[in-house]
């Protein structure tokens, strides 16, 4: 058997090596700008789903705002009625007193159902007034406070119609959040998950045929005996 020269071996593995690189996965120019666009998109998107719910949440707020004024005013009437029954004895000065009063302790009074009084519905919220009650009573049984949850826990779904509709909105709310919150991780799934791709497709694997025959052509003039000697 002809022994193999150097030579040619060299020039051989080169041409292997080439052949090997060649087979490898050459994405087009099309391809990766295309790919990159789409992760720009996701991006979009991604942001989109964020601006979307401080849209919805403002939204919501607006609209228990409403509810708040809406339980002020209906106390303010209340008042305005019995100035009205007793006109005669009320002077402009102290009906107009009577009324600011009535409207900033209505805002107040919201307020304190919707955040001190624990519970995300009238029943929780009254549930946990009676709670209070028997607590308070049994440390002291005149306790001024438990005279006023008591109060507060006696007070009629009619009187408290606005309360229940602004936790209603809550309610609706959190729910709403919820689902931007499962949307956002889904988005940022394809994020991540584009993101390997995108690397991979933006790989430069393109191979140039005119220096590979200029790089076998050097090897087979290259004598890599003269490194053994």
């Known amino acids: 058997m002809d022994r193999i020269s150097p030579r040619a071996s060299c020039a051989g593995l080169l ?56 339980h002020a005013t209906r106390m303010v009437n209340t008042i305005v009625a019995d100035i009205a029954a007793n006109i005669e004895a009320t002077s402009f000065v102290e009906a107009g007193l009577e009324i600011a009063d009535a409207l900033s302790f209505g805002r107040e009074n919201f307020r304190y159902w919707m955040t001190a009084i624990e519970g995300e519905s009238l029943e929780a919220k009254r549930a946990w007034l009676r709670s209070e009650v028997a607590r308070l009573r049994a440390a002291d049984p005149n306790s001024v406070r438990a005279d006023l949850y008591e109060e507060a826990a006696a007070r009629t779904d009619d009187e408290l119609t606005y309360v229940h509709n602004a936790l209603e909105l809550r309610t609706q709310r959190t729910l709403l959040n919820a689902r931007f919150d499962l949307l956002r991780a889904q988005v940022q799934a394809m994020e991540a998950m584009h993101g390997i791709v995108d690397e991979y497709l933006r790989i430069d694997a393109t191979i140039d045929g005119a220096k590979i025959g200029e790089a076998i052509a050097a090897a087979e003039k290259f004598e890599i005996s003269a490194l053994t000697e």
């Open 15 to 70: 041409a292997c090596l080439c052949a090997f690189a060649l087979g490898g996965c050459v994405s087009s120019e099309t391809v990766k700008l295309a790919s990159t666009a789409h992760a720009t998109n996701i991006a979009t998107v991604l942001g989109q789903v964020e601006t979307q719910r401080e849209q919805c949440n403002a939204y919501y707020r607006q609209l228990e705002a409403l509810q708040e004024k809406a």
